[in-house]
C-alpha cells in the first residue's frame, strides 16, 4: 500500500538514487529534461539535505518509491496570485501511479490551505512528459529559462477531492448532486455519510473544485437503478458543469476513481448510460443492454478492467 510522508533528511540519498535512476530511463527513451540540463551539478546532494523539509515522499513497503518538493515561492513565475509550486517530481518507473498520487497530494494540501493553484514547469522540447502533465490537469500558460533550461509553465486550478477525506464538504456535495440529476439530497448525504464512517471500499464520492466551487462530481456505488445486481459496483452521477465541458475533465475523473478503486482492491467497475463513443475513449467497453428501475426501455451497460 502507498502512503506519503513528509521527508527527513535521512530520505534525501535515496532521493538523488531516484533521481539518478530516472535520468538514465530518460536517456534510454530518448527524453529530454534534467539529462541534459546538468541538473545533479545545480542541485548537489547538499541541496536536497539543504531543503529536505519541502520535501514528500512516497513509500511502498519502506521503500521510497517517489518524491517531490513543495514550495510556496518560485521564482520562475510572476509574483501576485499564492499557489503551490512542485519541483524535482520523480517516481520509480517501475511501480505505477506514484506521480499522480503525490501531485493528488499537493491538490489536496493546496486546497486545505485556500490556494487557488498548484503549478509547475516542464522541458519545452519533452513532449511525453508535457502530455503527461496536461492528462493530470496542468495547462501551459507562459516560459520561463534558467541557464540551458527552456521550460513550460503549467499550472492547476481544479482539485479532485475524495468526499470521504472532506466531510466539510457533504452537504454541499449533496446540494450539487440533487440539483443536477434530481435524486433527494437526503439520499446522497446519506451514501455520502456512509463512506465517510464505513472504511469498506464501496460507496465513494468525488468531487473537483476550482476556486472554491464545485465544478464535476461523481460517485460509487453498489447499484445504479438497473436489474443487473450482479454487475457491481457502479460509477454514477457523472457531471461536469456545461461552460467546463469539453476540456477533458470527465475523463480525468474517471481515470483518477479507476486507480482509486484499485488502491482499494476493486478492479472492475460498471456504469449505465445513453451514451455512444464517449466512455470507449477512457478505456470503458459496452458490455450488454440492462433493465434501469422504471424506464420503460433499455439502457447501455459498460465495463472497466
Known amino acids: 500500500m502507498l502512503y506519503i510522508r513528509k521527508a527527513c533528511p535521512e530520505d534525501m540519498d535515496a532521493v538523488i538514487?531516484?533521481?539518478?535512476?530516472?535520468?538514465?530511463?530518460m536517456d534510454q527513451k530518448k527524453l529530454k529534461q534534467w539529462n541534459h540540463t546538468g541538473y545533479l551539478e545545480a542541485y548537489p546532494r547538499s541541496y536536497f539535505l539543504d531543503h529536505s523539509e519541502f520535501f514528500i515522499v512516497a513509500v511502498i513497503e519502506e521503500k521510497i518509491v517517489g518524491a517531490a518538493a513543495v514550495f510556496k515561492k518560485d521564482e520562475r513565475w510572476p509574483e501576485g496570485q499564492e499557489a503551490l509550486y512542485v519541483h524535482h517530481l520523480v517516481s520509480d518507473s517501475a511501480y505505477r501511479g506514484v506521480g499522480a498520487a503525490l501531485l493528488q497530494y499537493v491538490d489536496k494540501a493546496a486546497y486545505k490551505q485556500g490556494l487557488a493553484a498548484v503549478r509547475l514547469?516542464?522541458?519545452?522540447?519533452?513532449e511525453t512528459l508535457n502530455a503527461y502533465y496536461e492528462a493530470q490537469g496542468y495547462q501551459a500558460c507562459g516560459f520561463c529559462e534558467d541557464g540551458p533550461y527552456r521550460g513550460i509553465r503549467r499550472e492547476k486550478t481544479r482539485f479532485w477531492l475524495k468526499l470521504r477525506e472532506h466531510a466539510e464538504l457533504l452537504q454541499e456535495?449533496?446540494?450539487?448532486?440533487?440539483d443536477k440529476w434530481h435524486i433527494p439530497e437526503s439520499a446522497y448525504?446519506?451514501?455520502m455519510q456512509e463512506c465517510l464512517l464505513n472504511r469498506a471500499a464501496v460507496p465513494q464520492w468525488y468531487v473537483m473544485i476550482e476556486h472554491g466551487r464545485i465544478i464535476a462530481?461523481?460517485?460509487?456505488i453498489e447499484n445504479d437503478f438497473h436489474d443487473r445486481k450482479d454487475l457491481a459496483p457502479n460509477v454514477c452521477a457523472v457531471y461536469v458543469e456545461e461552460a467546463y465541458r469539453k476540456q477533458g475533465i470527465a475523463g480525468q475523473m474517471l481515470n483518477l476513481v479507476c486507480r482509486d478503486m484499485k488502491e482499494k482492491q476493486v478492479d472492475t467497475l460498471y456504469l449505465i448510460t445513453d451514451h455512444i463513443g464517449f466512455y470507449e475513449r477512457y478505456g470503458w467497453e459496452f458490455l450488454c443492454m440492462v433493465q434501469g428501475d422504471g424506464e420503460e426501455g433499455l439502457t447501455r451497460m459498460y465495463r472497466h478492467q
Do not use: P, T, Y
Open 17 to 25: 538514487s531516484l533521481i539518478k535512476k530516472r535520468m538514465d530511463w
Open 121 to 126: 514547469d516542464c522541458e519545452v522540447n519533452n
Open 173 to 178: 456535495a449533496a446540494q450539487w448532486f440533487h
Open 189 to 191: 448525504l446519506e451514501s
Open 217 to 220: 462530481g461523481l460517485g460509487v
